[in-house]
């Protein structure tokens, strides 16, 4: 069952009936096609792992290439990031959230969709378990410092060394394709308090 079924489970969702067992929880705000989350749950799978994708073809990648490598702590769900935070996550859930490379919407009108917002900082922070850490890439200079600032001022978050915070981590591959093109990446790591 790596393909959740939002019509079979209830809201909040629960790990334990999800995974069949209790271990630490993180969750990829956007998989894209899983680089980065099927890395992950290959090399931690003490680890329980969450997408969410809303692009149907992405998620049934993302889906296949988890069940072609035998990843049983991964699981995908097709939604947006919004629906998860604000609908189907409980609060204090979650151990870690990553957002790497969120669409940056450049042009001004439409900037009212981007995913950071002070509502959306906050729902991330409910659901993040006592420090628990939201990790943060974008290759967009202008939206970095929208991120940057939305982050300060998200009360129950204190900033973290993104350098430690992103250690060891694999990379994902807008990050591949952006770092041998020579673009500039932002990176923001936050603890919750």
Known sequence: MIDVDLNAVAAPLKWSEIFKREA???????????????EMAAGQPERNFVAVERAAKYHKLCCERAARRGL??????????????????????????????????PKKRHHK??????????????TLAPSGRLLVKTDHEGYAEI??????????????DPCVAFEGLPLTGFEHKYLAQGRDIFSFAARRI
């Not at 204090?92 to 919407?105: E, G, K, Q, R």
């Not at 991120?147 to 978050?157: H, K, Q, S």
């Open 24 to 38: 630490s929880t993180e969750v990829e705000l956007g998989s894209g096609k899983g680089r980065f989350l099927l």
């Open 72 to 105: 049983t702590n991964v699981r995908l769900i097709r939604t947006t990031a919004e629906d998860l935070l604000f609908r189907l996550l409980g609060p204090a859930c979650v151990d870690a959230i990553y957002v790497l490379f969120p669409d940056p919407w």
């Open 113 to 126: 969709r981007r995913f950071f917002k002070a509502d959306t900082v906050a729902a991330v922070t409910r």
């Open 147 to 160: 991120i940057g600032l939305m982050l300060e001022r998200e009360p129950g978050l204190e900033s973290c």
